[in-house]
């Protein structure tokens, strides 16, 4: 498999840990107008995520000759991200379907668990196919958003809310370290085709979500048409 650029093992372990730092950045100092920093993100970085998936993970993966046993794992990836999102209340989308008047303290745990979860899978296959990291990377960057301004609406301490944030910024990486320490086994096939099904669900989802009333406008395609464009040339 070619790639654009390699990625150092640096780059790799660091970008996770980094697009949460922008995220919360993002979130804090320019909180007001959040929103409008999501509106071409989303579609942007779903289309990609959902672009690299595509191009690179889903024709390795059915090269292999187990495809319909790679098939139901994609599928069980697919049913492992609808039911994660029963608890993260659809954070991974870049934002979450609670009401705003709604106390979120019952939520929080379970929200952080399910992101807890997603992060740690969607790092397992970085290591093999590095283009995902860029897709990842700019995927972390509006979740991030979205947990920093749950985590102050849980009315957590500072210290508590740091902690959130750095252990949340650390499940990927820890992913990605699974990744190579599988490296060559069998069960690392199927975990990429989990994690194959998770990138489907959440990009499909992100690309019908990221605006209200599901419209599509001019902007909206430029930016998905630009992601599929920047993935293909990856």
Not at 32 to 61: D, Q
Not at 163 to 180: E, N, R
Request: proline residues 4%.
């Amino acid at each position: 498999m070619s790639y654009f650029c390699e990625v150092s093992a640096f780059t790799l372990f660091s970008f996770p840990i980094l697009a949460v730092l922008i995220g919360v950045f993002l979130a804090a100092i320019l909180e007001r107008f959040s929103k409008s920093a999501l509106w071409l993100l989303l579609p942007f970085s779903g289309s990609f995520l959902l672009s690299i998936t595509l191009f690179e993970l889903l024709p390795e993966l059915f090269s292999q000759p187990e495809t319909k046993v790679i098939s139901l794992a994609v599928l069980l990836g697919i049913l492992l991200q609808i039911f994660l999102e029963f608890f993260s209340k659809g954070a991974e989308h870049g934002h979450v379907h609670i009401n705003d008047t709604e106390p979120v303290s019952p939520y929080f745990s379970s929200v952080f668990l399910a992101l807890f979860i997603h992060a740690f899978i969607e790092g397992s296959p970085l290591s093999q196919y590095q283009n995902l990291s860029f897709a990842i990377f700019l995927h972390k960057i509006p979740v991030s958003m979205v947990l920093f301004q749950f985590v102050r609406k849980a009315g957590l301490s500072t210290k508590a809310g740091i902690a959130v944030i750095l252990i949340f910024a650390s499940m990927t990486p820890l992913g990605i370290l699974l990744g190579k320490t599988l490296e060559g086994h069998p069960s690392q096939l199927y975990l990429n085709a989990v994690s194959a099904g998770i990138f489907l669900h959440v990009s499909t989802v992100i690309l019908f979500e990221s605006e209200k009333g599901h419209r599509f406008n001019s902007k909206k395609i430029a930016a998905i048409i630009s992601a599929i464009v920047l993935a293909y040339f990856l």
